[in-house]
């Protein structure tokens, strides 16, 4: 079955720092690679989104680095704040139409102040 | 555009009685996704549809999990009869699919409904 295979399960940094968050997927037949932010008792919205055809997308504090030949994808946020505490997702889509994403795990971010 | 809908909330129900959960999907979005949250299992796919027709429900677990979408605005997610082990956060997305990758396929997530089986 295909997998993405996110770490760490949970990730402790402190304000201003550096949190890094990894994804692994096996199939190669994926052609988007979002991430997702969810806030305690919400529901999980997308933060970005990369295709494969770049190696590297930013968004303000957010990057996502994408290594196609290693199958990896990253997600940085820089300065991390308080307000980024919060549970992130990593997904992939294949890319054949009517297919639905796949998501990781999850990694449950704190940052303290 | 009010986003994705789910009702009730919250819910909590006694093992064995019936539960069903509601979605209103964001309209124009041809695609609806109905996933489970656990501690565990972390987010699960349980079942998907593209122009109300189930397109994979493999995510299911088993024969007392049905879901169906009537119509584009509506769809539920029934289990019957209900287990303590289906007590989780169970959350409803749409989109607009398309081939390949990009913006059309930005699931958006309905506020989940938390459910408690006793």
């Known amino acids: 079955q295909q997998q993405v295979k996110q770490s760490p399960q949970s990730l402790i940094v402190q304000k201003g720092g550096i949190s890094i968050i990894n994804c692994a997927y096996e199939?190669?037949?994926?052609?988007?690679f979002p991430w997702y932010q969810q806030f305690p008792g919400k529901g999980p919205a997308l933060l970005i989104a990369?295709?494969?055809?770049?190696s590297e997308k930013k968004e303000g504090r957010f990057t996502i680095s994408f290594n196609k030949s290693a199958k990896q994808f990253s997600l940085h946020i820089m300065d991390s704040q308080p307000g980024d505490s919060a549970t992130y997702f990593c997904a992939a889509k294949p890319n054949q139409a009517g297919t639905a994403l796949i998501f990781g795990k999850g990694t449950t971010l704190s940052v303290s102040s | 555009d009010a986003g994705v809908i789910q009702s009730p909330r919250h819910e909590v129900t006694e093992m064995g009685q019936e539960v069903t959960l509601r979605c209103k999907p964001i309209s124009g979005h041809n695609s609806l996704f109905w996933y489970r949250q656990t501690m565990m299992r972390g987010l699960e796919l349980l079942i998907y549809f593209n122009n109300n027709v189930p397109i994979d429900d493999s995510g299911m677990p088993e024969d007392r999990f049905s879901a169906k979408m009537p119509n584009a605005s509506f769809s539920t997610l029934k289990i019957q009869p209900s287990e303590p082990r289906d007590s989780a956060v169970y959350f409803c997305?749409?989109?607009?699919?398309?081939?390949?990758?990009?913006?059309?396929?930005?699931?958006?997530f309905g506020p989940g409904t938390r459910l408690t089986v006793l």
């Open positions: 199939n190669t037949a994926f052609d988007y």
């Open positions: 990369i295709r494969p055809d770049v």
């Open positions: 997305a749409s989109s607009l699919a398309g081939s390949g990758g990009g913006r059309y396929n930005e699931q958006f």
